[in-house]
């Protein structure tokens, strides 16, 4: 079969900005067009990943207003929501575009436009996605984070240091991302003493609220050949939901949706754990950092915060992890963040990345919704 | 290649429901599944048509609430939105599913609750998928409706009275169609001697506001034929999108994403618009089913009108169009109208649609977002 590869990508710069969503967009699809060396009207699919512009800025029908921006009428549009995790999702859709036959060129646009709302009403927005009988008694997504990671901690005799040390890595690969939204170091001790959001994590173990934009340009591997040799392949992906009640988890620190999502991926690709090179994990809080490099197996369970202890997920470790800055460094504009993670595997294996260059030639990357509710899981290769 | 089929669908009662948006889609989800006779962790990939539940409940990753409700953990879940075309695009996502060969079980499930809402709140919703220069100048979708019925009656010397015939066509329909909002046939007096919305069109040229859900099973046809012997097949689809700006169309009573999408899909059937013997059309304004009959190419140019008039698209005629009631009688939960259309096309094909049945294996739906914005049509043939 003729594998589904990815000739273009883009980002905007991630963080406050002072652009409506379909600004945004366009901003990104132009970007990508351009780096593909794609015209508009190739585009027979554009799919945005999305979750709330309805809700953040009373604004529907946006993938029409892409297809309009960018002249790609008439290609077919549609939006894909799967809550923190629509950028997975709308990369399984593109993939899915091709790899049926549908498309033979498929831009994803992801997005998403929060900063311009106050915290508590972003928090309200997000929060909405979870069971009610969690979100109704205050049981927000940083609560969980908090309840996880203490029992994370005492299960697996971590000390809290480990945490502070997912940020002070992400933290510093962020700082050679150009589209970042935070470029400055931060040191273990200023972790450690930042205010207590939800015990024992602290506010340097969460991820920002961010604006910001992301596309990809995919067509099948024979089409990709016209266009270029920098192109990279996706060779297995996978989603998976996990129990939309957080509390009915059988072991609350073992993402379900990960083990599931990773294990159709694997099997797609024909690849093992021990094969993936460098990975983009869904780091909205630390502990996640921890809890995806186990259940994708990089790790044994209960070990993940040894390797960042001993540095293995450094950008010059045996498996570089989030060398983008992660969602911690980088920001978190929900449609975005998966569509983001695959630009950064996609530069790293076509060799592109930069001063955050590492040595790889299979990457991954896991974009996880709500607390694990659902899960995508993309692998990539160099061709 | 393997056909995608359809091996089961249900909807449920259209109309003011007491219900929610998570307990429309579970009851329609269940009702699918016993009616294709599969089990809910047979579910590979689920997913959910709906534009607005944000908006309109408050509530966000209805996708995972559905999982978690049908009991069908660790399937795949997504949402698609393509505003009233939300329904059409899940049937498109779902294909593509099934023919990338992700999933051999897909379900969709659309549905959207908007009564408990009051008119102005949902029109409002509603209006936000147009272009900006459009709505904040007050032209609506029903605006558009009643200036391209007037441009139409005018370029074409149709009567007035033929708009209205569509109307009274699909209350007959709907009469015996138990899931319809309205089941009562109007006469041609009524509808012409009702309040003017947007003139020339009155309250009778306009579907209703509608709670409701729809839901289909999709699988390769190789699969499909170990469950039961009543399938159809999906044997064309295609999308597009035509300018998000009503405006800038060359020819306002030409609707190019019908044309465009339904060129894809008679290509992939190998069918011309002959072969077409039931079909389904998004008659959100009754205008809107004249532009969609000759955009198809049942009817020639500025003729469909008199197919109406002269009883072709009648349920005893040659070409039966809205034998479920149309979005008129039935109803028009916004997520669930695609879905409800290519139920009612799989009913006619396997010979289930009671006293509503018509002698056709071929039929076709076309689901229209915004005033044409982006079209999907399926094709959709008897085993």
Same mark, same amino acid.
């Given at each position: 079969?003729?594998?589904?590869?990815?000739?273009?990508? =883009?980002?905007?710069?991630?963080?406050?900005?002072?652009?409506?969503?379909?600004?945004?967009?366009?901003?990104?699809?132009?970007?990508?067009?351009?780096?593909?060396?794609? =015209?508009?009207?190739?585009?027979?699919?554009?799919?945005?990943?999305?979750?709330?512009?309805? $809700?953040?800025?009373?604004?529907?029908?946006?993938?029409?207003?892409?297809?309009?921006?960018?002249?790609?009428?008439?290609?077919?549009?549609?939006?894909?929501?799967?809550?923190?995790?629509?950028?997975?999702?709308?990369?399984?859709?593109?993939?899915?575009?091709?790899?049926?036959?549908?498309?033979?060129?498929?831009?994803? &646009? +992801?997005?998403?436009?929060?900063?311009?709302? =106050?915290?508590?009403?972003?928090?309200?927005?997000?929060?909405?996605?979870?069971?009610?009988?969690?979100?109704?008694?205050?049981? @927000?997504?940083?609560?969980?984070?908090?309840?996880?990671?203490?029992?994370?901690?005492?299960?697996?005799?971590?000390?809290?240091?480990?945490?502070?040390?997912?940020?002070?890595?992400?933290?510093?690969?962020?700082?050679?991302?150009?589209?970042?939204?935070?470029?400055?170091? %931060?040191?273990? !001790?200023?972790? *450690? !003493?930042?205010? &207590?959001?939800?015990?024992?994590?602290? *506010?340097?173990?969460?991820?920002?609220?961010?604006?910001? =934009?992301?596309?990809?340009?995919?067509?099948?591997?024979?089409?990709?050949?016209?266009?270029?040799?920098?192109?990279?392949?996706?060779?297995?992906?996978?989603?998976?939901?996990? @129990?939309?009640?957080?509390?009915?988890?059988?072991?609350? /620190?073992?993402?379900?949706?990960? %083990?599931?999502?990773?294990?159709?991926?694997?099997?797609?690709? !024909?690849?093992?754990?021990?094969?993936?090179?460098?990975?983009?994990?869904?780091?909205?809080? /630390?502990?996640?950092?921890?809890?995806?490099?186990?259940?994708? +197996?990089?790790?044994?369970?209960?070990?993940?915060?040894?390797?960042? $202890?001993?540095? &293995? /997920?450094?950008?010059?470790?045996?498996?570089?992890?989030?060398?983008?800055?992660?969602?911690?460094?980088?920001?978190?504009? *929900?449609?975005?963040?998966?569509?983001?993670?695959?630009?950064?595997?996609?530069?790293?294996?076509?060799?592109?990345?930069?001063?955050?260059?590492?040595?790889?030639? %299979?990457?991954?990357?896991?974009?996880?919704?709500?607390?694990?509710?659902?899960?995508?899981? /993309?692998?990539?290769?160099?061709?």
């Amino acid at each position: 079969m003729d594998r589904v590869a990815i000739i273009g990508a =883009s980002m905007t710069q991630f963080g406050q900005r002072d652009a409506w969503i379909r600004e945004l967009l366009a901003e990104a699809g132009q970007a990508a067009l351009a780096d593909a060396d794609v =015209s508009p009207d190739e585009i027979e699919h554009l799919y945005v990943s999305n979750m709330a512009s309805g $809700e953040f800025e009373g604004q529907t029908g946006v993938p029409n207003a892409l297809a309009h921006d960018l002249a790609a009428m008439p290609a077919y549009t549609a939006r894909i929501d799967q809550t923190s995790s629509s950028g997975g999702a709308g990369v399984y859709a593109a993939w899915q575009s091709v790899a049926s036959g549908a498309s033979d060129m498929t831009m994803l &646009v +992801g997005g998403e436009k929060m900063t311009h709302r =106050s915290t508590a009403e972003s928090t309200d927005v997000i929060a909405s996605l979870t069971h009610p009988v969690e979100y109704k008694h205050g049981v @927000t997504l940083p609560s969980f984070a908090g309840l996880t990671a203490r029992l994370y901690l005492d299960t697996y005799d971590a000390p809290r240091e480990s945490l502070g040390k997912v940020a002070v890595k992400n933290h510093k690969n962020g700082v050679d991302n150009p589209h970042a939204q935070f470029r400055k170091e %931060v040191d273990l !001790d200023t972790v *450690l !003493d930042s205010p &207590v959001v939800a015990d024992p994590l602290r *506010l340097y173990d969460f991820c920002p609220i961010t604006d910001g =934009s992301a596309a990809l340009v995919f067509c099948p591997e024979s089409v990709a050949r016209e266009y270029t040799d920098d192109y990279a392949v996706i060779s297995g992906i996978g989603g998976a939901t996990d @129990t939309h009640v957080v509390h009915e988890r059988a072991d609350p /620190t073992t993402m379900g949706g990960v %083990v599931n999502s990773s294990e159709i991926a694997y099997e797609m690709a !024909d690849l093992e754990p021990d094969d993936i090179e460098v990975a983009e994990l869904h780091d909205m809080f /630390t502990i996640l950092e921890f809890l995806q490099s186990e259940d994708l +197996g990089f790790f044994e369970k209960g070990e993940g915060w040894k390797a960042v $202890e001993e540095g &293995v /997920t450094d950008r010059d470790g045996d498996l570089p992890i989030n060398t983008s800055g992660g969602l911690k460094s980088k920001g978190h504009p *929900l449609g975005a963040s998966g569509v983001a993670q695959v630009y950064e595997i996609y530069k790293q294996l076509i060799g592109d990345a930069g001063k955050r260059q590492v040595d790889a030639d %299979v990457g991954l990357a896991c974009n996880v919704g709500g607390f694990g509710n659902c899960v995508t899981t /993309t692998i990539m290769e160099s061709r």
